[in-house]
DNA sequence: CCCCCTATCTATAACAA
DNA sequence: TTTGTTATAGATAGGGG
């Protein structure tokens, strides 16, 4: 597609490299746009340059197709099933199926929220526990060092003389 | 680039709209390859054909670029989203703010469950732990009362003294 | 990094299978 | 849904600002 034809190799000088790829992104998301539009296809194009900087193309958006393709059971990708796909691409231009995900999408939040916050709370609980019964053990452990020194005592009464007792 | 020029605007007939879908998609999966090759790019690509079933390109692979592209900070990301479709301006700015809302939800429950899956687990640790130090403080519980019991009987019967039994 | 130029190479529209 | 053919529209390599 230029003055000549080139190899499809790893370019080496590093300046035409990088104002290829600068090119050819171009292209890439020309041809991705104009597959959205005339095919009305969603599309999510991410590419990082040799400089390992992002770039990014996305119809309706990159977050939209990347969820939308995360939440596709892999084994299926390539294959043809449609069973759950959320958003039926023939609803574009009605919100109504977004604002009910969104709101369903939510409430879900919101209990993950509660049941994390709870979870945190038992935790914090238990933990407090923990501490309360690592304590007692404590104390326990200690009286009973007391108490064996008092049976010490108790063995070798006034007269520090011999009681070998066992 | 065919027999006619044609317009970017949505393909009406759906057989044509199919085979120019499918023709076009093979054609830029080929474009983001040698892309891919001769700028030693890292290029992810996900589409939803009319059908709504999913095709990806992903060098090295969808996932490992999608990953890296999630933890890139947003507000360095140069985005190129679509920009001339046949829906009304002013739907797509709702429709995209609505899309975007629902993948940043979508994000955030991921993260919610995640998180509240670890918590659940050091609940369960922080429990055998809590076990296993109430099972601690009942032993030394146990041997204090032997202690004390052995200490009455070494006081009691050496010196019939002091018998403050009870 | 951007834009311009243009000879040349590539992708693809239409049609057929 | 994909493949092949062919005339043509579109992309781009190399070079210059």
Redesign the pocket.
Known sequence: ??????EITEVKDPN?K???????R???F??ANELSILCKAEVAIVVF?P?NKPYSFGHPSVDVVAEKFLQYPKSNVAKSNDVQGNIPSDDIGNMDSLNLQLSQLQAQLREEQKKAGELDKRLKQQHSQNLECQHNAKDYFDAIQVSEYMLLLAKEPVVGKITKKR
Not at 1 to 6: A, C, L, S, T
Not at 18 to 24: C, D, E, G, H, L
């Open positions: 597609m230029g003055r000549r034809k080139i035409t990088q104002v290829t790829f600068s090119k050819r171009t292209g890439l020309k041809k340059s400089g």
